[in-house]
């Protein structure tokens, strides 16, 4: 038994399956994770090597070359990239394609660890690997207010942002590092018979975590350290810079100004012609970046009082909600919750505005497959409304929804992302999805205008067409597969575009060939019934519309076409040199 056999003679099975992949659909796609790119095998390993007060020539020979010598002979090594600034020097190693990102961090790391003779001032080398991360939306407040003021606010809604759930990585931007700041009074030096010199070093030694030894017991050992004083302006004051034989002590502050400051740093960033500081949120590993920049734009409305309106699901999550339970419906109501409460505790030194959202760009993707889609199914049904009845049109439509769905389910069951890459390998394929269920639709209703009975119509009008249809989609998805064998990130980004390809096009074949037989016999059954007794409303207009149908193709464009085939048959060399003409003109205009 073939499968539109199949399909035919099992309607309830057929509805079942069209019914669960529609759910599956619904359920699935809904929540598929949606980022910008796909996600790439990393191949790059980053080296930090930081050298403070080391010139660049410094750096170059003391830390980069030995990290380079050491490394250069690493397998599947393909290039090594050094950067040497005053203080740091950073490398990138960039390896062969497939290899495994984490033992290629072991043996860097290895190597690094290895070394014996780099300079004691040099700080500790940092080796990770390299994941490049695309920010999602970037938060900014701005007004003329103090600096320290505007740092601690941007810095509570950096802790605010970080405390919700799927929140990506959160960084601060446009302000200085903050800083003790000494300011030595040179009268008093004299007076305490003391230099600049004397005073930093005692302030580097109070700062200093010292080791003092280990105390045994019979239990255990007990390892016993110095704290240094606290990185506070108070707690530096107090630090003793000078003892004398009678108990005297000469504390820091009595020889220097003290306090809070930030570093000497040419650092400006303004928005709206003001001083601005801002958070940066880039989405990290399965993430959702389209719900990362939701969650940020509830909490600013939420903080500034702005408006904010809950979705459909939203609505319908707090209507099915148990009584007394006040949990937030989703992660941006609680965002924005969260907003509203820190508005009521503390204010804001500026204006909150989001000032660059890059989610966007897959909203608008997903905005316009859902246009393209709504579109061409409008576009289907009402072609083949004119062409061949409305009953054939509205399912080869309804299978273009169904084949979606079904997509989109794959899509999640494969672990396929909406990015913007299979998003436009949906809006390419929606084109192609129709075409099956045209084909086999069309067959079966020519074979039904002949004479045939529905039900033997439906099964041997798909089984007619059945092997083509399969081996136009088999073309289709062998001619996008090559783009999944390039290597590289290149390969990396495009191999979900030929399985977003072969997902649709599979769906599409099972809706054609199973699905669709099944409800052409039903259509083809009622439009039978139609004839025989009182016709309707509908059957009647349609029967109007079959009428002048017939007229336009049989006495117009038929004959019209025949005409026309007949002389280029006739006069085949002159029809083949208007052809390579017409080709010669459009090359040339293309060259031109």
Same mark, same amino acid.
């Given at each position: 038994?073939?499968?539109?056999?199949? !399909?035919?003679?099992?309607?309830? %099975?057929?509805?079942?399956? *069209?019914?669960?992949?529609?759910?599956?659909?619904?359920?699935?796609?809904?929540?598929?994770?949606?980022? @910008? @790119?796909?996600?790439?095998?990393?191949?790059?390993?980053?080296?930090?090597?930081?050298?403070?007060?080391?010139?660049?020539?410094?750096?170059?020979?003391?830390?980069?070359?030995?990290?380079?010598?050491?490394?250069?002979?690493?397998?599947?090594?393909?290039?090594?990239?050094?950067?040497?600034?005053?203080?740091?020097?950073?490398?990138?190693?960039?390896?062969?394609? !497939?290899?495994?990102?984490?033992?290629?961090?072991?043996?860097?790391?290895? /190597?690094?660890?290895?070394?014996?003779?780099?300079?004691?001032?040099?700080?500790?080398?940092?080796?990770?690997?390299?994941?490049?991360?695309?920010?999602?939306?970037?938060? &900014?407040?701005?007004?003329?207010?103090?600096?320290?003021?505007?740092?601690?606010?941007?810095?509570?809604?950096?802790?605010?942002?970080?405390?919700?759930?799927?929140?990506?990585?959160?960084?601060?931007?446009?302000?200085?590092?903050?800083?003790?700041?000494?300011? %030595?009074?040179?009268?008093?030096?004299?007076?305490?018979?003391?230099?600049?010199?004397?005073?930093?070093?005692?302030?580097?030694?109070?700062?200093?975590?010292? =080791?003092? !030894?280990?105390?045994?017991?019979?239990?255990?050992?007990? &390892?016993?350290?110095?704290?240094?004083?606290?990185?506070?302006?108070?707690?530096?004051?107090?630090?003793?810079?000078?003892?004398?034989?009678?108990?005297?002590?000469?504390?820091?502050?009595?020889?220097?100004?003290?306090?809070?400051? @930030?570093?000497?740093?040419?650092?400006?960033?303004?928005?709206?012609?003001?001083?601005? %500081?801002?958070?940066?949120?880039?989405?990290?590993?399965?993430?959702?970046?389209?719900?990362?920049?939701? *969650?940020?734009?509830?909490?600013?409305?939420?903080?500034?009082?702005? /408006?904010?309106?809950?979705?459909?699901?939203?609505?319908?999550?707090?209507?099915?909600?148990?009584?007394?339970?006040?949990?937030?419906?989703?992660?941006?109501?609680?965002?924005?919750?969260?907003?509203?409460?820190?508005?009521?505790?503390?204010?804001?030194?500026?204006?909150?505005?989001?000032?660059?959202?890059?989610?966007?760009?897959?909203?608008?993707?997903?905005?316009?497959?859902?246009?393209?889609?709504?579109?061409?199914?409008?576009?289907?049904?009402?072609?083949?409304?004119?062409?061949?009845?409305?009953?054939?049109?509205?399912?080869?439509?309804?299978?273009?929804?169904?084949?979606?769905?079904?997509?989109?389910?794959?899509?999640?069951?494969?672990?396929?992302?909406?990015?913007?890459?299979?998003?436009?390998?949906?809006?390419?394929?929606?084109?192609?999805?129709?075409?099956?269920?045209?084909?086999?639709?069309?067959?079966?209703?020519?074979?039904?205008?002949?004479?045939?009975?529905?039900?033997?119509?439906?099964?041997?009008?798909?089984?007619?067409?059945?092997?083509?249809?399969?081996?136009?989609?088999?073309?289709?998805?062998?001619?996008?597969?090559?783009?999944?064998?390039?290597?590289?990130?290149?390969?990396?980004?495009?191999?979900?575009?030929?399985?977003?390809?072969?997902?649709?096009?599979?769906?599409?074949?099972?809706?054609?060939?199973?699905?669709?037989?099944?409800? *052409?016999?039903?259509?083809? /059954?009622?439009?039978?019934?139609?004839?025989?007794?009182?016709?309707?409303?509908?059957?009647?207009?349609?029967?109007?519309?079959?009428?002048?149908?017939?007229?336009?193709?049989?006495?117009?464009?038929? =004959?019209?076409?025949?005409?026309?085939?007949? @002389?280029?048959?006739?006069?085949?060399?002159?029809?083949?040199?208007?052809?390579?003409?017409?080709?010669? %003109?459009?090359? !040339?205009?293309?060259?031109?």
């Amino acid at each position: 038994m073939s499968l539109p056999s199949f !399909g035919v003679k099992r309607p309830v %099975v057929a509805n079942l399956v *069209m019914f669960a992949v529609v759910g599956a659909g619904l359920v699935f796609g809904i929540g598929l994770r949606k980022e @910008f @790119f796909p996600e790439i095998r990393p191949n790059l390993v980053s080296i930090s090597a930081p050298y403070p007060g080391a010139t660049p020539d410094e750096v170059e020979s003391a830390l980069a070359s030995k990290i380079e010598d050491a490394l250069v002979n690493l397998r599947d090594v393909k290039e090594i990239n050094a950067t040497v600034s005053s203080g740091a020097a950073s490398l990138l190693i960039e390896f062969e394609p !497939g290899i495994e990102i984490d033992a290629a961090v072991a043996d860097v790391k290895r /190597e690094v660890d290895a070394l014996q003779d780099l300079p004691d001032e040099a700080e500790r080398i940092v080796v990770d690997k390299f994941e490049p991360n695309i920010p999602a939306i970037v938060i &900014a407040l701005y007004g003329q207010a103090d600096e320290r003021a505007m740092k601690e606010a941007i810095r509570t809604i950096q802790d605010d942002l970080r405390t919700l759930p799927g929140m990506g990585l959160v960084t601060l931007g446009g302000v200085r590092t903050d800083e003790i700041l000494v300011e %030595v009074r040179p009268e008093a030096l004299l007076k305490h018979s003391l230099s600049i010199t004397d005073v930093a070093r005692e302030v580097r030694l109070a700062m200093t975590e010292l =080791p003092g !030894g280990t105390v045994k017991s019979d239990t255990r050992n007990l &390892a016993i350290r110095a704290p240094g004083v606290e990185e506070r302006a108070d707690a530096v004051r107090e630090i003793v810079v000078k003892s004398g034989a009678g108990g005297q002590r000469v504390r820091l502050s009595d020889v220097a100004e003290v306090r809070d400051d @930030f570093t000497d740093t040419d650092l400006r960033t303004r928005l709206n012609g003001e001083p601005a %500081v801002s958070l940066t949120v880039f989405k990290v590993g399965e993430q959702d970046a389209v719900e990362i920049a939701e *969650m940020v734009k509830a909490y600013v409305a939420g903080r500034t009082g702005g /408006e904010f309106r809950l979705k459909v699901g939203e609505r319908l999550a707090m209507f099915a909600r148990r009584p007394g339970d006040a949990s937030p419906p989703s992660h941006r109501v609680r965002a924005y919750e969260l907003g509203v409460q820190r508005a009521a505790t503390s204010q804001l030194p500026g204006t909150l505005v989001t000032t660059t959202d890059l989610a966007r760009f897959i909203v608008g993707r997903l905005d316009l497959l859902t246009r393209n889609a709504l579109m061409g199914m409008a576009l289907v049904f009402g072609v083949l409304m004119l062409l061949l009845s409305w009953r054939v049109s509205f399912w080869v439509a309804a299978g273009l929804v169904i084949s979606l769905l079904g997509t989109l389910a794959m899509m999640r069951f494969a672990g396929i992302t909406l990015n913007l890459l299979t998003m436009f390998g949906l809006i390419i394929v929606i084109g192609i999805l129709v075409d099956d269920a045209i084909v086999v639709a069309e067959n079966i209703k020519s074979r039904h205008e002949r004479g045939e009975a529905a039900e033997n119509a439906c099964i041997r009008g798909a089984n007619e067409v059945a092997w083509p249809v399969v081996a136009t989609v088999l073309t289709t998805i062998f001619a996008f597969l090559p783009l999944g064998l390039i290597e590289g990130q290149v390969g990396d980004f495009l191999a979900a575009l030929p399985m977003v390809v072969a997902c649709a096009l599979s769906v599409s074949l099972l809706e054609s060939l199973f699905i669709l037989p099944s409800h *052409m016999k039903h259509s083809l /059954e009622a439009e039978d019934r139609a004839q025989l007794g009182h016709p309707s409303l509908i059957a009647r207009a349609e029967g109007f519309v079959h009428r002048y149908r017939e007229a336009l193709f049989d006495r117009l464009l038929i =004959p019209a076409y025949m005409r026309v085939l007949r @002389f280029a048959i006739r006069w085949r060399y002159g029809a083949m040199g208007v052809i390579l003409a017409v080709v010669m %003109v459009s090359v !040339g205009m293309v060259a031109g």
